[in-house]
């Protein structure tokens, strides 16, 4: 038996998480798990990275006291965010969040000058005002002089392996959500940067997931006898890229929605898609284990978790599962809305938002609770089947059965909606997707799996799943007719 460690790093939460590998299966027990918030400070949003980090420490020394010795450790986290680091490894100031309210002025800037279709032509990746180019760009307009004091960038997961072991790269699948790695040559594109004026001196070495990241360095945790020479290792450190990886099927013509905060609605492609199609429905190409995730986000479990925070403020604490069940309890297709609407991406009383679009587009008000969280699980449902339409049109190819993976999946409620929403069969799980895509390309780095189809052959051995067989297509079908035209006529 093996002890493999995945530190899986959310929006919404982290966690640590213990794989134990036996040569024919992986099971994975949650170490640590803690909540991962925004810290404010004079108005600007940030992640508490130092906290982050804290917990990761706990949570390697909490396994290593529960389960022993671990053979090797890898780091994924949600996308776009970077910290700098100065020449003498010193991190400046705390990596800002990518809500920050910044961005869309700065993706608006950039776009007047670069022009839409050479953004997406060269990157291959989709226009979203968090992508790092504008945050950069948003960050050299509002304070040049950490950019120039600064030596290397380093996205999250990269940042944390650098405080772990002293070693400073760019591992690929989380360095092409940047939007300025060359989709072409895959490596970072210095034309674009320069055409912006923004410092490409900054960017590290690119390594492929599945390659050794070093050797963990320090002190504090090496006082453990059992963490001797803990190797850490480079797996796809894009959440997302991760969470794709654990897909339990054995082709690659299947849909996913890997659904946590965000819900990433896409298909695997050998490599990126870019013609006028994937730039007009603003699909994008993420780097994978050696394919492309063409996908589209829709805004996701956001939706709910901010509106949990707007109950909580006026005394209502309801955890998930009792507003699922209350959502059950509600009336069907009482209203309906876009979850991308923009003014739903930033942190605010999302239900107050979500009323206010049902005034405008002449729909009744949810009435309680339940009512308004159905409406949410139904606008998510049809906007996959939305997105789904388009990803079948770019690829030409029809997706026989979506897999549902990550925390979302187990959403039973969200789930069926979605099988009745797209008229396919929804396969569940893993729910902990990134831990688990995370261990498998640990494994494929310590060459104890070959390839990509005996990883989802151990998922598949190793994870129960369960499919949600479409109902009431005439409903969802008509409902959908309404969504689209909803939708369509902002
Ligand atoms: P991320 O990693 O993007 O922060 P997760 O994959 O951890 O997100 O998914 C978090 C979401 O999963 C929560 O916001 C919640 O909606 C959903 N979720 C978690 N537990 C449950 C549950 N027991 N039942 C239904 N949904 C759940
Ligand atoms: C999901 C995710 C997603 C990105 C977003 C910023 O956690 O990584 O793939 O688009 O966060």
């Known amino acids: 038996m093996q002890n493999l460690l995945a530190v899986d790093l959310g929006a ?4 640590v998480m213990r794989a134990a590998f036996n040569g024919d299966t992986l099971s994975l027990q949650e170490v640590r798990r803690f909540q991962n ?12 990275i130092y906290s982050i980090f804290q917990e990761i420490k706990e949570g390697i020394l909490d396994a290593v006291s529960s389960h022993g010795a671990i053979r090797s450790l890898a780091i994924d986290s949600w996308a776009v965010d970077f910290g700098l680091v100065d020449s003498n490894g010193h991190l400046l100031d705390l990596p800002r969040h990518y809500r920050d309210a910044r961005n869309g002025k700065a993706m608006e800037n ?36 950490l950019l120039e004091a600064a030596d290397t960038l380093l996205l999250i997961p990269d940042l944390l392996n650098f405080l772990l072991t002293g070693e400073k790269y760019a591992e690929f699948s989380n360095a092409t959500t940047t939007q300025f790695l060359n989709a072409e040559s895959r490596e970072w594109d210095h034309e674009l940067l320069s055409q912006l004026q923004l410092p ?26 059992l963490l001797g020479a803990l190797e850490v290792i480079h797996t796809t450190s894009h959440d997302t890229a991760s969470a794709v990886v654990s897909v339990p099927s054995q082709s690659e013509n299947y849909a996913y929605i890997s659904s946590g905060t965000w819900s990433l609605v896409g298909t695997v492609v050998p490599k990126p898609i870019i013609n006028e199609k994937t730039a007009a429905f603003n699909f994008t190409n993420e ?3 050696g394919n492309y995730r063409l996908l589209k986000n829709v805004m996701g479990l956001w939706l709910v978790q901010e509106t949990q925070r707007t109950f909580q403020s006026l005394g209502e604490p309801y955890d998930i599962e009792r507003l699922v069940h209350r959502a059950r309890l509600a009336s069907p ?5 876009d979850p991308d609407d923009s003014r739903l991406l930033q942190p605010g009383d999302i239900p107050e938002t979500i009323r206010q679009i049902c005034r405008e587009t002449g729909q009744r008000l949810p009435d309680n609770s339940g009512s308004l969280i159905r409406g949410i699980f139904e606008s998510l449902a049809l906007k996959y089947r939305y997105a789904l339409d388009q990803l079948e049109l770019i690829t030409g190819e029809r997706y026989d059965a979506i897999h549902i993976i990550g925390g979302g999946s187990q959403n039973q409620l969200l789930s069926q909606f979605t099988a009745n929403a797209t008229n396919r069969p929804v396969i569940v799980g893993p729910v902990e997707a990134s831990a688990m895509g995370n261990v498998l390309v640990q494994l494929l780095a310590l060459g104890e799996v070959g390839s990509t ?5 151990l998922v598949q051995r190793s994870v129960e799943q369960v499919t949600y067989v479409p109902h009431e297509n005439g409903v969802w079908e008509s409902a959908y007719e309404k969504f689209t035209s909803i939708i369509e006529a902002k």
């Open 12 to 15: 919404s939460s982290g966690r």
């Open 37 to 48: 918030k925004p810290l404010y400070i004079n108005n600007r949003m940030h992640w508490n």
């Open 110 to 145: 950039v776009v007047s000058q670069v022009g839409k279709s050479r953004l997406f032509g060269r990157t291959g990746i989709q226009l979203q005002p968090f992508n790092t180019l504008y945050q950069l760009y948003a960050m050299k307009q509002e304070n040049e002089n």
């Open 200 to 225: 490409s001196r900054l960017l590290p070495t690119i390594v492929k997931p599945g390659t050794g990241a070093g050797l963990l360095k320090d002190d504090e945790l090496l006082r453990t006898q």
């Open 287 to 289: 780097g994978g284990l």
């Open 333 to 337: 297709f009482r209203f309906m809305f």
């Open 453 to 457: 189809s005996q990883m989802s052959e």
